[in-house]
C-alpha cells in the first residue's frame, strides 16, 4: 500500500503528507471530525466542504445498533448514506464497548457488551468487527484492540496489549475489502517498554497505517507527548499515524510536532454546543455575560461562516435562548479554528517554519488559559475575602 | 405610502403585487418565516437566502425580554443583529401578551403581563409597542391589538375590537419612523358585522397596510374562508394584505385565492422539527418506520437541499438518533416547500392560470390527507377487531 501514503515534506518530526483513498486525497497533518451516529453534530456535508474537511470518522458501534449495518449496506454504504463523498474513516467499535458500564465479558474470542441504547446483549470479535467495517465501505478500518483504563498495573496493561497484538493478526487474517486500509492500534498504556514493543510487534505485521492508542485518558500530560513522541520517532517513516482521540488546539499543535499525521476528536464540537469557542488566546465561554454587547466576531482572523456573519453578543443570545442555530454557529466556528491549524501546520511545514509557527501559536493560546485561571482564581479570592 | 406596493397582476381575487422596503423588494403572495427570538429556529440567514425566503417576521414580545430592545439597538438594529439585511416585520407583541398564562389585566391604557422567562411583571401600551419596533428597525410594525380568543360571545368580541381601533389611532399618532411601515390589524371574531365594521374604520384610518388578525384559533375552516374572502373582497386593492398566524400549504393556497398577500406561521418549521414533512401528496411524519429503508428523497420534485442530498432513510436515522442537523434538514424542505408554493402561485398569477394550479394542487394535497386517516382508521379498526 505504498500508493495510500506520501511523505513530501519534514520539518524536524514533523510531516507534510498525502494519503489518497478511493474517495479523494487527504492532506496531513489533517483532523477527523467525529460523525459518531453517520453525522457530525449540527453540521451538514456542506458545512464540512465550506469548513475544509476532507475526512470524517464515524462509530461502528453506534451505526451497528442505529440504523444497523443492513441498513447502510441498503442504502449504498456509509458514504451514499450520509451524502459525503469523501474519505471515512471507521473505529472498530472496541473503545465503546470496553467503556465499563457496557461491558459484560472480554474473552479471548472478543467482547459480550450491552447496547446503550436498549440494554440488549451483543457479541463483537475481532472478525465480526472487520466485516461490519467492510460493509459500512470506509477507506480506512481498524483493528478491534483492548484499551486498558489508566491507573492499572503493568500486568493488565500488558495482558490488554498482547490481546490487541492476537486480534490485530486476527483481524489482518480475515481483512478482505479492496481499496480499504486496515490500520493498526498501538497500546500499552504509559509504559515505553511496553509502548516499543507493542509497536515493534504490530510493524511486524506490516499494516497499512499504525494508530496510537489507549492515551488522552487521564495521564499527565507530559506522559501522552513522552509516548506521542516515542511513537512519532519508531513508527514507519512511509505509514500513516495516527492518534486516536486527541484534539485541543494545543495538543494538535504538539503532536503534529511530535510526527503525528491524523487526528479524531469529538471535543472541538462538544464543546462548541456548550458555548466553548476557540480563538487563538484560549478557549472562552461565549455564554459569559461579559460577551452580552459584544459587537464583533468571536476571532476577527477567522474565515468561517460564523466570524464572518455574526457577532459574538448575537452567539451569546442564542445561546442564552437555547435557538438550535447556537450549535451549528458554534461548531463551524470551532473546527474551522481547528481545520486552519492544520493548513497552518502544513504550509509552515512546507517551508520549514513549523517549530516557530508552534511555539508562537502555543504561547499565546496558553498564557491566555493561565491568564484565564489567574483571573478566576483572583475573583474567587475577592468573594472569599 | 403609494410606493410601498405595487399590484402587477389579478387572477379572479388572487393578486400578484411587489412590496418595496428599504430593505430590498418582497414579491407577493410571500410566506414569511418566524423568527421568534431572532432566528428562524435551526435556520441560518445563509439557509433562508438559499429557500428563496424575502422577509422574515420577529416578535416583538421574545425580543423585549430577550436580549432587550436596548441591546439590539447598540447592536445596530435587528437586520444588523441577526447579519439578515433584507426585509423584516415585527409584530406589536400583542398575541403573545394576551396569551391567557401571561396576562395579568388589560385596561384602556395597555396590558400588564407576566414575563414567561422570569414571572416578572411589564406594562405594554400600543405607544411601547411602537417605540420598541421603532427601536428595533422593522420595514414593517404592526399596531397593538387585542385578539379576543375564539368561541366567546359578541360582546367581549366587539369590546377588544373597538379596543383595537382606538389603539390604532395611539399607534399612528405615535408613529414617527421613517421607512417604516405601519400596518393595522382587522379583529371581529367570526363575525361577518364586526369585520366589515373594523375593516371600515381602519380604512378611514389610511394605514399602510391591512392584516387579518384573530383567525386559525380554532373556528371552524370554512369561517376562516369565509372571513377571509370578505377580507379580500373589501380591504383596499392597493395596500397590501396580510393574513396573520397562517400557514399550512393547503390554507396558504386557498387564502391566496381570496386576495391574501403575505403570511406568516411557525407551524412549517414547528412540525419539520417534529418530524412532519410536506409532500404535493399531504404531510408525511419521517420517523414513521415504513420509512427506514426509503432510499429516495423526501420529494422528487423538490430542489431543496435536503431533497437534493439526504434520502427518507437517512433522515428517519437522524430523527430516532435524536441528530441536531434533523432539525435544519426538515425545516429547510418545509420552509422550500412552502416558499416554492408562493413562487408557482405568482408565476401562475401571471399567467392567469392560478385556479387551475390551486385546485389541483389543493386535490392532490388533500385527497391524500383523507387517504392516510382512512388507511389509520383501518388499521385502528383491525386492531380492535
Known amino acids: 500500500m505504498s500508493a495510500l501514503f506520501q511523505v513530501q515534506a519534514t520539518d524536524c518530526q514533523a510531516r507534510k503528507g498525502t494519503l489518497s483513498t478511493s474517495h479523494g486525497q487527504v492532506e496531513t497533518p489533517a483532523f477527523m471530525p467525529v460523525a459518531t451516529q453517520g453525522s457530525v453534530k449540527a453540521i451538514a456535508p456542506d458545512d464540512l466542504k465550506t469548513i475544509g474537511t476532507s475526512i470524517l470518522l464515524c462509530n461502528t458501534y453506534h451505526l451497528m445498533l442505529r440504523p444497523g449495518i443492513e441498513i447502510v449496506r441498503e442504502m449504498g454504504g456509509l458514504q451514499a448514506f450520509m451524502s459525503w463523498p469523501s474519505p471515512i474513516l471507521t473505529d472498530s467499535g472496541g473503545f465503546q464497548t470496553f467503556s465499563l458500564d457496557r461491558m459484560k465479558k472480554v474473552t479471548e474470542e472478543g467482547v459480550l457488551f450491552r447496547s446503550h441504547i436498549d440494554g440488549r446483549n451483543h457479541f463483537w470479535s475481532p472478525e465480526t468487527s472487520v466485516e461490519y467495517q467492510e460493509v459500512l465501505g470506509a477507506d480506512i478500518a481498524m483493528v478491534l484492540d483492548e484499551c486498558a483504563p489508566y491507573g492499572l498495573g503493568e500486568s493488565p496493561v500488558r495482558e490488554a ?23 493498526a492500534v498501538v497500546q500499552g498504556g504509559i509504559s515505553q517498554e511496553l509502548r516499543l514493543e507493542s509497536a515493534d510487534t504490530l510493524m511486524s505485521m506490516d499494516f497499512d497505517g499504525y494508530a496510537v492508542g489507549g492515551l488522552s485518558l487521564g495521564e499527565p500530560k507530559a506522559k501522552t507527548y513522552e509516548i506521542v513522541g516515542l511513537m512519532g520517532s519508531i513508527l514507519p517513516r512511509d505509514k500513516p499515524r495516527y492518534l486516536m482521540g486527541v484534539g485541543s488546539p494545543d495538543d494538535l499543535i504538539e503532536c503534529i510536532g511530535l510526527g503525528i499525521d491524523i487526528f479524531d476528536c469529538a471535543m472541538p464540537t462538544r464543546v462548541a454546543r456548550n458555548g466553548g469557542l476557540f480563538t487563538n488566546l484560549g478557549r472562552v465561554s461565549v455564554k459569559n455575560s461579559r460577551f452580552r454587547k459584544e459587537d464583533k466576531p468571536i476571532d476577527w482572523s477567522c474565515d ?82
Open 161 to 183: 496489549m498482547d490481546r490487541t497484538h492476537r486480534w490485530a493478526i486476527r483481524c489482518k487474517m480475515i481483512h478482505n475489502k479492496q481499496g480499504q486500509a486496515l490500520f
Open 304 to 385: 468561517c461562516y460564523t466570524c464572518k456573519s455574526f457577532s459574538v453578543a448575537y452567539l451569546h443570545h442564542l445561546f442564552k435562548a437555547k435557538e438550535l442555530l447556537a450549535y451549528r454557529l458554534a461548531s463551524i466556528h470551532n473546527l474551522r479554528f481547528v481545520v486552519r491549524l492544520m493548513e497552518h501546520s502544513r504550509n509552515s511545514i512546507l517551508e520549514g517554519t513549523f517549530t516557530a509557527f508552534r511555539d508562537n501559536f502555543l504561547s499565546e493560546y496558553r498564557a491566555t488559559d493561565e491568564n484565564v485561571r489567574l483571573a478566576q482564581k483572583e475573583k474567587w479570592l475577592r468573594r472569599h475575602r
